[in-house]
């Protein structure tokens, strides 16, 4: 199968590979894998905590070429958005963006779910935060 001209730019130069330190409270870190296929997506947010706005994103990806495609644009959409904004990142979009095939759509999907675990561990952690300065005092 053919991969599209816009997965190969984003395969052969993927975008913000790499990962930021998991303890940082202000990294939210999403690991997810696809039943289909057992690829595996890493994918994390830095949120600047005045502004609640994602300064910046990484991914390691070890998948497919749409998969890594899929991850690469996704950081790159992930940037300079809201969590609000980023939560409404839709899989469909990434496989219009990339023109994926059905048979890769499993591949974006991975993609959104990854942007959703990163969010929710982002939250989890500061909630938790905000949980433990209420028993401080
Ligand atoms: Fe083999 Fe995704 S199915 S890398
Ligand atoms: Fe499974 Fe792409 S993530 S084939």
Known sequence: MAYSERVL???????????FNQS??????GLVGAPECGDVMKLQIKVN???GVIEDAKFKTFGCGSAIASSSLATEWLKGK???????????E????????????????LA???????I???QDKNQDAVASDNLQT
């Open 24 to 29: 940082d409270p202000t990294v939210g870190t």
């Open 120 to 122: 929710k561990n982002y």
């Open 82 to 92: 809201t969590i609000e904004e980023a939560m409404a990142i839709r899989n469909t």
């Open 94 to 109: 990434i496989v219009e963006e990339l023109a994926l095939p059905p048979v890769k759509v499993h591949c974006s999907v």
């Open 9 to 19: 730019d984003h395969y052969s130069n993927p975008r913000n590979v790499g990962s």
């Open 112 to 118: 959104e779910d990854a942007i959703k675990a990163a």
């Open 49 to 51: 905590p005045e502004t």
